[in-house]
């Protein structure tokens, strides 16, 4: 007999939920071939058969939480692999020319194997058909944004043929609406909401936060972008984002206050001479940070198509824990949904953060005239326990002199 158990899940990662047994007791499941899919606090996975044989009993049920080696459900490996059934042939055609047919239909496709966890788990949950959804994955897999979109089409009403409206009636004497329903809901909240809640507030609870505030004139940053962004996209297959900028400034400035890449060990500082970049990314199920590692051997190309590929793996739901391990300094971007200041919270146990937020044309003063310039407010949190105010202030001033002036992001190399 062979246990199907918890594997290791990464870093700190020590708990997972049973989302869904892609098996039921007493079926045939090959060796690695998955069996049953886990919900983590940072990404999902599914767990393949080590051997294979007949899934004789299954331990914990949907919806438990589980730890790291626990068993889940068990094997019989001595069982023998049903022997494949014949193929069905359709009746013999009616002779035609003396030559007699017989044809048989193909297999069809396996939908679910080309669907990524998180389309499946939404496709369960409203009864769609995955057979019936064109994916727009890497190579042709189904993501959770192909499910959504054909729901919303085939929700879409057919447009009514116009015909002639009859004479409208009076208006009726206006009598106060009754009230509506009182509808509630109770959702379990996901093991990657749970822990982000947890560590928002272990966060809150455990270090000193302190934001301070910048703002910074973005002109020099967008007319470059402008100069070079066709050259950039036909050299790199990529585009010239702002976010490249801001982690080349970034390294650069942490160089000269290593506190702020740094975290608190006990009664130690332990300060950090590499620079694991976290990138914050919005994904259905809640924040997610991958990390650029090395990002100061990084070129911005090499930025920018990270940046892109984790944007795109978070949205598939195909993150792995490797992706979001460590980091030493992050960048979290409200901008990109509109918001134009916030203080982000620190992503423990590193001690500082900066927020980007939305470019908008402002009146500023520049030589003692007022002209209208493309301004973004910068915020910098930190962990007062090791960052002093001073150093944060300095930190955020030398970030808005580089991308005010991105030519000195080249001198530094």
Do not use: C
């Not at 007999?1 to 899940?9: D, E, F, R, T």
């Not at 899919?37 to 996975?45: N, P, W």
């Not at 190309?301 to 892109?308: C, K």
Request: aromatic share 4%.
């Amino acid at each position: 007999m062979i246990n199907v158990v918890v594997p290791q899940l990464g870093e700190s990662v020590v708990e997972a939920r049973i989302a869904r047994w892609l098996k039921k007791a007493g079926d045939y499941v090959s060796a690695g071939e998955p069996v049953v899919e886990l919900e983590t606090e940072k990404i999902d996975l599914e767990v393949g058969a080590e051997h294979g044989g007949v899934l004789v009993e299954i331990t914990r049920q949907e919806g438990d939480d589980v730890k790291v080696g626990e068993v889940l459900g068990v094997i019989d490996s001595s069982a023998a692999a049903p022997a494949p059934a014949p193929p069905a042939t359709m009746p013999a055609a009616a002779p035609t020319g003396g030559v007699t047919t017989a044809a048989a239909p193909a297999a069809a496709p396996a939908a679910d194997a080309r669907a990524t966890p998180t389309a499946r788990k939404v496709a369960v949950e409203h009864d769609v058909d995955l057979a019936k959804v064109s994916g727009s994955g890497e190579g042709g897999r189904v993501i959770k944004r192909d499910v959504e979109s054909f729901m919303a089409q085939a929700a879409a009403p057919a447009p009514a043929a116009a015909r002639p409206q009859p004479p409208a009636a009076p208006a009726p004497a206006v009598r106060p609406a009754p009230l509506g329903e009182r509808r509630e809901e109770r959702v379990r909240m996901s093991k990657r909401r749970q822990t982000i809640a947890r560590n928002l507030v272990e966060a809150q609870h455990t270090a000193a936060m302190l934001t301070t505030f910048n703002e910074v004139d973005m002109g020099a940053v967008m007319a470059l972008r402008e100069r070079r962004k066709d050259e950039f996209k036909k050299r790199h297959g990529v585009g010239l984002g702002i976010a490249s900028f801001f982690v080349k400034a970034s390294i650069a400035v942490l160089k000269t206050f290593p506190r702020l890449n740094a975290e608190i060990q006990g009664e130690e500082i332990v300060l950090k001479h590499y620079y694991d970049i976290g990138i914050a990314v919005g994904a259905a199920q809640g924040l997610v940070v991958p990390v650029l590692r090395d990002a100061d051997r990084m070129s911005f190309a090499d930025v920018e198509q990270a940046i892109r590929h984790f944007a795109a793996r978070a949205s598939e739901g195909t993150l792995t824990l490797d992706d979001l391990r460590g980091g030493t300094f992050t960048i979290t971007n409200g901008g990109v949904f509109g918001s134009l200041l916030s203080t982000p919270i620190l992503n423990p146990p590193q001690v500082g953060i900066l927020g980007l937020h939305k470019i908008e044309d402002r009146p500023v003063a520049v030589e003692g005239q007022v002209v209208v310039r493309p301004m973004m407010y910068l915020a910098l949190t930190y962990d007062h326990r090791i960052v002093d105010g001073l150093e944060a202030v300095q930190f955020l001033v030398r970030v808005k002199e580089f991308i005010e002036d991105p030519g000195h992001l080249l001198l530094e190399g």
